[in-house]
């Protein structure tokens, strides 16, 4: 039986990381907390470099800038896309820019390679109707399961969170009850009731405050009167201090949120599959359209960036574009 070609990711999954690249994947957890995907993606993107190296018969220390083109040009034939060689590029780049100096290396041999250019699509989100018949069906199931099933009270108070908050994934599963420190456990993002917001630390380690919506806080406080019964008095201080909480009594996994997701937005009668990104990417874009403050947008979503921001402003284009086409007697006639 005869097997087709080995793909870059098959065969890089093959190659062992070298000590210094696990020791930056390690320090990347420890002093900069970083999430289990991202430093899985990171380490991913470092056997593709290791598996380059050895195919050349380089060692890490020997890598020049010219080396790093051409390991980018291989993946680049072997069927990476531009995304991913950019994703690539960062992670070598960090990688060489915290080992060059304990190596005793002349500079990073990845600075200033830039991978080819994606094509920058817009990110899919809601329309305003499409996301209040999302969330009332999650509150409707909520209510009628009340009693019984006080996942579907979790399930609303999530969903009404991200989009009342525009949180990533990790940063909604990272989030506590309240800031706890005690027995050596220590909160890192947290729900403030009081002052009707959530305190997150987002990428790089980065603490931002994000207001908490009225609708959104009332869904979690009817699940936080049942939520003890979904708790386990064996549960680790992080499951404990968790907001959110699986079947199990632990904080509840990305994976079951997705999940859950999409198949509350299936039961719904929404037309496409629905992943956490797009209530956050919803979020955004609804608050543009009716407030018009990308700084405030830019600073509620955690990023570093504002060019990251302007994006939602073509969303929002498209949204009076049709509006314009819809409502004007003469639009989309020829002259």
């Keep these: 039986m005869t097997t087709g070609p080995t793909t870059a990711s098959e065969s890089a999954e093959q190659t062992p ?7 930056w994947l390690q320090h990347l957890q420890t002093n900069r907390r970083y999430s289990r995907h991202t430093l899985d993606g990171y380490g991913r993107d470092l056997r593709h470099l290791a598996e380059l190296a050895v195919r050349a018969k380089l060692p890490l220390e020997r890598i020049a800038n010219g080396h790093i083109r051409q390991f980018i040009a291989r993946l680049h034939a072997q069927g ?8 690539a590029l960062a992670a070598w780049r960090g990688f060489y820019q915290w080992w060059a100096p304990q190596a005793g290396l002349p500079g990073n041999p990845a ?10 699509g817009l990110p899919k989100a809601l329309s305003v109707e499409q996301a209040q018949g999302l969330l009332d069906h999650a509150n409707t199931q909520a209510e009628l399961h009340r009693a019984d099933d006080p996942a579907a009270l979790r399930d609303a108070a999530m969903f009404e969170l991200f989009y009342s908050s525009g949180l990533r994934l990790s940063e909604l599963t990272g989030l506590d009850c309240r800031y706890l420190r005690e027995d050596g456990y220590e909160s890192r993002s947290w729900l403030n009731r009081a002052d009707a917001e959530v305190l997150v630390l987002g990428k790089g ?12 806080l009332q869904a979690i406080d009817r699940w936080l009167a049942a939520r003890d019964t979904l708790s ?8 404990r201090a968790a907001l959110f909480l699986g079947a199990r009594g632990r904080r509840i996994s990305p994976r079951v949120v997705q999940l859950r997701l999409a198949a509350l937005a299936q039961a719904a009668g ?3 599959h629905v992943h956490p990104h797009v209530l956050r990417h919803s979020f955004a874009s609804h608050v543009l359209q009716s407030a018009q403050d990308l700084r405030a947008v830019q600073e509620m979503l955690g990023h570093a960036n504002i060019s990251t921001t302007q994006i939602y402003t073509r969303l929002d284009f498209q949204h009076l574009a049709k509006a314009y086409d819809q409502a004007h007697p003469r639009a989309g006639r020829k002259s």
């Design 17 to 23: 990381l070298a000590a210094p690249m696990q020791a």
């Design 80 to 87: 990476l896309g531009p995304r991913s060689l950019a994703r």
């Design 111 to 120: 600075a200033g390679v830039r991978a080819p250019k994606a094509p920058r």
């Design 205 to 216: 380690s980065k603490r931002r405050s994000v207001p908490v919506g009225k609708a959104a």
């Design 232 to 239: 386990s008095a064996a549960a680790s201080s992080d499951d």
């Design 270 to 272: 929404l037309p496409a």
